[in-house]
């Protein structure tokens, strides 16, 4: 009987014990209160924090991509529980916006490790690519699709040498319409767009080559490489004049002597391809 109660007497003791030397944190996770920028360097994402723990907490991170992390421990409380922080960098770029990274907390007291999970936010310039599609009226529509966060606000659109007033203005539609092609409308198209981190531009040539539309897309960066253009043939549905239409997509740069020298060269070069192929 009196060994029962001893052991009964062991049990409760230890159980008070194993309470008061393990207490489980409160974790959360706390945002940067700037958003990173994508291609400016390192900068702090978040901090995940494991506060008034007994022992202290082990935090890692999940993540799908590098990144880098420093982690403190404040001194103990009179109740002997600490806090535990640990700060995740990383350098941005726009293709890590809207992956989830995790926070996993792991301590005696849990059952299980507990992931604390957020969705990044990535500010980053646009990229802009003009398309074109074909309407009912034979007509040319030009559309401006920029990938940007936050959001691109408004597009400008432009032609070389051009006065029309529907140019040169910013509009909220991103659409362009074209009426058949005709000598006066041979130029070059530009379409600009910006949001709060920066802004790009896009350009696309149209020109009429006798029987032949040609619709060239033209990329120009310093360099104005041509390695990486690719073509697209298709026909118009009202005739027989075969459209093609080499598409690409960077910021314009360059300046208007080199701009114009590529096209006529490239455009010079699809015209013999398309009387002679």
């Not at 590098?66 to 421990?73: A, D, H, I, M, V």
């Not at 009179?78 to 926070?103: A, H, K, W």
Request: aromatic share 8%.
């Amino acid at each position: 009987m009196q060994c029962s109660l001893w052991a009964e007497t062991l049990m409760v003791l230890g159980s008070l014990i194993l309470g008061a030397v393990s207490v489980a944190p409160t974790d959360i996770i706390e945002l940067s209160p700037h958003i990173p920028v994508a291609n400016r360097g390192e900068s702090t994402i978040a901090t995940c924090l494991a506060k008034n723990a007994k022992p202290a907490t082990s935090i890692n991170w999940e993540s799908p991509f590098y990144f880098s992390f420093t982690q403190s421990t404040t001194p103990p409380a009179p109740d002997g529980t600490v806090n535990v922080s640990s700060t995740r960098r990383l350098s941005p770029t726009r293709e890590m916006n809207g992956q989830y990274v995790y926070c996993v907390v792991e301590h005696p007291a849990l059952k299980t490790p507990e992931r604390l999970g957020y969705q990044l936010n990535i500010h980053y310039v646009p990229s802009v690519a003009i398309t074109i599609v074909k309407t009912d009226q034979d007509n040319l529509q030009l559309k401006c699709n920029a990938d940007a966060n936050p959001p691109s606000i408004g597009f400008r659109w432009t032609r070389m040498n051009d006065t029309n007033p529907i140019f040169n203005k910013v509009q909220d539609d991103s659409i362009l319409k074209v009426p058949i092609l005709t000598s006066d409308n041979n130029r070059l198209y530009m379409c600009e767009t910006s949001n709060i981190i920066g802004s790009a531009k896009s350009s696309i040539y149209l020109h009429q080559c006798k029987y032949v539309l040609l619709s060239k897309l033209v990329p120009l960066p310093h360099s104005l490489p041509i390695a990486y253009k690719f073509v697209l043939r298709k026909y118009l549905s009202t005739s027989l004049l075969k459209v093609v239409i080499k598409l690409a997509s960077t910021t314009l740069s360059g300046n208007a002597f080199q701009i114009q020298t590529t096209i006529a060269s490239s455009l010079s070069f699809l015209c013999n391809i398309c009387f002679h192929g």
